[in-house]
Nanobody
Framework: VQLQAFGGGAAQAGGSLRLSCAAS????????VGWYRQAPGEQRELVAT???????NYADSVKGRFTMSRDNINRIVYLQMDSLQPEDTAMYYC????????WGRGTLVTVSS
């Protein structure tokens, strides 16, 4: 299993970024994939998940601002992040639970006020 996240970077408060996660090594189409984030000094927290049926679930802190989607043909999940806030600053990780936890390497998002 490989999960490769990219698309992070710096943004101003109120701005947008889109993260992507390319997946391989498992049956992508039938599995739930998630995004987590970890801010400095904080625990890793769930941001969003998307099921095989395209149902999404979001942390309260990002509802209405972030949108997760998936492309089953190209095996990619996306996280569209709008109305970014400084508290969104974190390392973002792609996640799969398939008998065990799999994490991508992470991509850094920095939001300045």
């Amino acid at each position: 299993v490989q999960l490769q996240a990219f698309g992070g970077g710096a943004a101003q408060a109120g701005g947008s970024l889109r993260l992507s996660c390319a997946a391989s090594g498992f049956n992508f189409r039938i599995n739930t994939v998630g995004w987590y984030r970890q801010a400095p000094g904080e625990q890793r927290e769930l941001v969003a998940t998307i099921t095989s049926g395209f149902a999404t679930n979001y942390a309260d802190s990002v509802k209405g601002r972030f949108t997760m989607s998936r492309d089953n043909i190209n095996r990619i999940v996306y996280l569209q992040m709008d109305s970014l806030q400084p508290e969104d600053t974190a390392m973002y990780y792609c996640h799969l639970h398939l008998y065990r936890h799999y994490w991508g390497r992470g991509t850094l998002v920095t939001v300045s006020s």
